[in-house]
């Protein structure tokens, strides 16, 4: 039979399955991970070469731990991924040991369901002797 090790691996690996097919939950952690993600670029040997400060891609020759969601509303992270793709840049994504606290931190807070607004009308109800408003 099946130690149970191997059970409780089956159970979280289902649960993982079944969460990443929720596409609210999807969603929400991408938009999570966009808040606090962010895009480094390196040109590689050829992109030294031919990216001079006029090139359509210039930018991806080097950028350090810019936050992804400060590229909104504009092309560059496309721009990012063409220069990518034509082999003269190393583009990453990734998130700051300093952003995985504050990611830990607000997942905490949204597992224990904490909403200010809630918190806020019950502490007006104390203070009206327990009458909301």
């Known amino acids: 039979g099946m130690g149970l090790e191997e059970v409780a691996k089956k159970l979280v690996d289902a649960a993982a399955l079944q969460l990443s097919l929720d596409p609210l939950l999807r969603a929400t952690l991408r938009d999570v991970y966009a808040c606090v993600a962010v895009v480094d670029s390196v040109a590689t040997t050829e992109g030294e070469r ?46 700051s040991s ?24 019950r502490f007006k109800e104390k203070a009206n002797g327990g009458f909301p408003g």
């Open 50 to 95: 031919v990216l001079d400060p006029f090139h359509k891609f210039a930018l991806a020759r080097r950028i350090q731990a810019k936050p992804a969601n400060s590229f909104h509303g504009s092309d560059l992270m496309v721009r990012l991924r063409a220069a990518a793709a034509a082999g003269l840049a190393t583009v990453s994504m990734s998130v």
């Open 98 to 121: 300093r952003s995985e606290d504050a990611l830990i931190s607000s997942l905490a807070c949204l597992a224990e369901g904490f909403d200010p607004i809630d918190e806020e009308d």
